[in-house]
């Protein structure tokens, strides 16, 4: 009978020992999460479509993992527990193991990313235009249209559709949430092989060049600041270089090649672990790094911000401040060999004192790094992640409204030799710059009203002669709020046409909204947008008439048999080449969740 007693008298205490995930919770996240006019973090009825897998992985090695330092093992596994509505598996998988469907044996022996048509990097090419040319496209814009699905590939993980296809060598390579990247055949999406990164992710665009004994090599960044290059053709590693040691470094542009060296943006999430009253906010500054692209050692490292963050004040809970700090570099360089050039665009300062070159457009020499000019196009710009808490702990004072550059520079020659820097900035500007007198100002033309998840967010897309820009404006719970697709005449600034958002069908949805942050695609004569609502258009080059409406918001079979639902479209935007159009379909972060790759072709054929 004691023995009994003793028995149930501890797993009485077991229980009672057992962390409240609901509490923990409210005590920890909910400031935050639960907070009604937070636009960062996410409420539960976002969370509850996430695993609790990738909600601990945020918390153990990811974007939490600052504010969730001070909890034990157990409180962040009952919080991922509760939020998310799911019981953890007693080994959670993360991050998942990749599904795929094997392409035959017999294929893929030899790779050559210069056969074919191809979309490489980011922007297509080192100007970062976005603009895909006919005879790489394959798809001229009266067969728009007749778009339809040929194949679509689900992401292991349910949130897990972040990368940026490229195409090369008849071969999509895409990178997703869970850190996986793929090689997939562009006619069939059978894979080729896949390579586990970084289990935070690697959404970077990929890029691809020479390599020893006669292979291509293919290369990315990922969100533990790491760039790797891996053979194209096998998937296996070559090297692997760590960029910056800061805890919240990560790459997210896309690299560029040129004569063997390869430019890698770096920016961090530290603006985000600001939230907790205890960081000492901050240290970070960004930088662009050039790798030797054979061996990945570095060749020269250039910070945006020149000096090193020091002690400033004390916040009003004590904890010490650092400044400057920021100014990362979210997006793909952009290359000028005729000028021997690196254009970059920064985003904005964690700390007091806002630095200089935040907010800016920057010019670096190519062989040195040395930083040639500056355009700054917001001063003052100081803030982070506690500037939406309640009590502010760690707000810079007097802060600024958050106007990063997220997207690239695009270089553009106009008729008559005069050269042009094109930059959309979350202001809701757009800008045209003169690279060659120093960035100086030629005009700027306000499309929004801009915000923290407002203007231009993932970039314009141009041809010689028009910029075509799409706005975000984006205010959470306000559904209709945001969006449409602007032409303007690259040598005036003068506004061409206007085509504004449709109203979001999904209204109601948590995430769902008209709102267009996504980078644009151009082809001759059409322009491919998306929207939060799930919806891909094209639209008339011409007039701004949509030519082609897709909903992507519903569940899709997959050629590799996983489960996979289309969500937001965020970030990346399309992808054409070959006569086909690839475009990732769910934004874990501000939109609708999802984990399919989706392709089309005229007729689906």
């Known amino acids: 009978m004691k023995s009994l007693i003793l028995t149930l008298l501890a797993a009485s205490a077991a229980l009672a020992q057992e962390p409240n995930g609901q509490a923990l919770y409210n005590q920890h996240c909910g400031p935050c999460h639960a907070a009604p006019a937070s636009t960062w973090a996410l409420d539960r009825r976002f969370l509850r479509n996430m695993t609790p897998e990738a909600v601990l992985a945020a918390m153990n090695r990811g974007v939490m ?75 001229a814009a009266a067969e728009v249209p007749r778009l339809k699905l040929k194949w679509a590939f689900g992401f292991p993980d349910a949130n897990g559709a972040i990368g940026h296809p490229t195409v090369a060598g008849g071969r999509v390579f895409i990178g997703s949430l869970s850190g996986a990247v793929y090689s997939l055949d562009a006619a069939s999406g059978c894979a080729y092989w896949h390579y586990q990164a970084s289990a935070v992710g690697a959404r970077s665009a990929i890029v691809f060049g020479p390599a020893d004994g006669g292979r291509f090599a293919a290369y990315f960044g990922d969100l533990e600041a790491n760039v790797y290059a891996l053979d194209a053709a096998s998937g296996k590693l070559l090297w692997k270089t760590r960029v910056d040691d800061h805890p919240w470094a990560r790459v997210t542009g896309g690299p560029q090649l040129d004569g063997g060296r390869l430019y890698v ?111 700054q196009t917001h001063k003052g710009d100081a803030w982070n992640l506690s500037c939406l808490h309640p009590e502010q702990h760690n707000c810079p004072k007097g802060a600024g409204p958050d106007f990063d550059y997220g997207s690239s520079p695009i270089l553009r020659t106009l008729p008559g030799g005069r050269r042009v820097l094109l930059a959309g900035q979350k202001s809701g500007v757009l800008y045209a710059l003169d690279p060659d007198r120093k960035g100086a100002i030629l005009w700027q033309a306000r499309l929004g009203k801009g915000g923290i998840l407002g203007g231009i967010e993932w970039g314009p897309a141009a041809d010689d002669k028009t910029v075509y820009a799409a706005l975000s404006d984006l205010e959470p719970n306000k559904p209709d709020a945001g969006g449409g697709l602007f032409a303007i005449q690259i040598a005036t600034g003068e506004r061409l046409w206007f085509t504004p958002p449709a109203p979001p069908a999904c209204a109601g949805r948590r995430g769902c909204s008209q709102a267009q942050p996504g980078a644009v695609t151009l082809i001759p004569g059409a322009v491919f947008s998306g929207s939060l609502d799930g919806h891909l258009r094209a639209y008339s080059a011409a007039d701004g008439k949509i030519l082609w409406d897709f909903d992507t918001l519903k569940e899709f079979p997959t050629v590799n048999g996983v489960k996979a639902t289309g969500g937001s479209l965020n970030g990346a935007g399309p992808t054409v080449a070959g006569g086909m159009v690839f475009v990732n379909s769910g934004y874990m972060v501000f939109g609708i969740p999802g984990n399919v790759l989706l392709a089309f072709s005229v007729d689906g054929k």
């Open 65 to 139: 993992l600052p504010m969730a330092a001070a909890l034990s093992a157990p409180e962040r596994r009952a919080i991922a527990e509760y939020v998310t509505g799911k019981g953890l598996k007693e080994s959670p998988a993360w991050p998942p193991q990749p599904i795929v469907k094997p392409c035959p044996s017999d294929s893929g022996k030899t790779f050559d990313p210069s056969a074919g048509p191809r979309w490489a990097g980011w922007g297509v090419d080192s100007t970062n235009g976005r603009f895909q040319p006919a005879e790489m496209a394959g798809l």
């Open 265 to 375: 943006p770096v920016a961090s999430f530290e603006e985000l672990a600001a939230a907790d009253p205890k960081y000492e906010c901050c240290k970070f500054r960004g930088s662009l790094v050039a790798l030797d692209a054979r061996s990945g050692k570095q060749i020269w490292k250039t910070y945006v911000i020149p000096e090193t963050p020091r002690p400033t004040r004390k916040s009003e809970s004590g904890t010490q401040q650092w400044g400057p700090s920021g100014a990362g570099i979210w997006a793909s360089p952009t290359l000028d060999p005729k000028a021997k050039a690196i254009y970059v665009a920064t985003g904005d300062s964690y700390s007091e004192p806002a630095a200089p070159n935040s907010d800016a457009v920057l010019a670096l020499d190519m062989g040195t790094g040395k930083i040639l000019w500056s355009r």
